[in-house]
């Protein structure tokens, strides 16, 4: 069974850091491409950041491009999500989601992990 | 990249059938198969319901139906069930980007 465990979430002030990750388990996850899709409160879905199953490609909103930085560890099976310079604008539930073998869609979600930027 | 243009919301009574559309550009929803669909109830992930336009994944509702005309696609949910009371998003992938649509509400009467 897939299974996607986000941590890292919490209260960081405007220009803090935070460092996400997400525990995956059940498929091979180095063979998977990986994504964090978030969710501002009471808004709709928002692609954040994807990386290639090998971690050599990575890509990101125009929102977020410089600030956060995705990774992956293929022999512990987690995925991270460094988050810098923070901005209000920036909080919301952040989902990790596993990409679909030959098709650009997520087929599995995490339970997502709340972010808060906040003075 | 803009949102894709989903509608704020659709209802239906419980048997019928409701559409909901989203509504892009030929740089994404018309110049690619690459739509997919996604379930969400109050304090959930989503589910992915739709991908690639048309097809489901496996263990989805065969009432669950995906489609496309132009720079258009399309969710039709036959026989509405009080559990499909839920939010719905479109999203759309071109050139390593997603952009989502910003959901539509169902009620189902």
């Known amino acids: 069974e897939v299974q996607l465990v986000e941590s890292g979430g919490g209260l960081v002030h405007p220009g803090g850091s935070l460092r996400l990750s997400c525990a995956a388990s059940?498929?091979?996850?180095?063979?998977?491409?990986m994504s964090w899709v978030r969710q501002a409160p009471g808004k709709g879905l928002d692609w954040v950041s994807a990386i290639k199953g090998s971690g050599v490609s990575t890509y990101y909103a125009a929102s977020v491009k410089g600030r956060f930085t995705i990774s992956r560890d293929n022999s512990n099976n987690t995925l991270f999500l460094q988050m810098d310079s923070l901005r209000a604008e920036d909080t919301a539930v952040y989902y990790c989601?596993?990409?679909?073998?030959?098709?650009?869609?997520?087929?599995?979600w995490g339970q997502g992990t709340l972010v808060t930027v906040s003075s | 990249q803009s949102a894709l243009t989903q509608p704020a919301s659709v209802s239906g009574s419980p048997g019928q059938s409701i559409t909901i559309s989203c509504t892009g550009t030929?740089?994404?929803?018309?110049?690619?198969?690459?739509v997919s669909w996604y379930q969400q109830h109050p304090g959930k992930a989503p589910k992915l319901i739709i991908y690639?336009?048309?097809n489901r994944p496996s263990g989805v509702s065969n009432r669950f139906s995906g489609s496309k005309s132009g720079n258009t696609a399309s969710l039709t949910i036959s026989g509405l069930q009080a559990e499909d009371e839920a939010d719905y998003y479109c999203s759309s992938y071109t050139s390593s980007i997603w952009v989502f649509g910003g959901g539509t509400k169902l009620t189902v009467l």
């Open positions: 059940g498929f091979t996850f180095s063979t998977y491409a």
């Open positions: 989601a596993k990409g679909q073998a030959g098709a650009p869609s997520f087929g599995y």
């Open positions: 030929s740089s994404d929803v018309g110049g690619y198969k690459y």
């Open positions: 690639d336009v048309s």
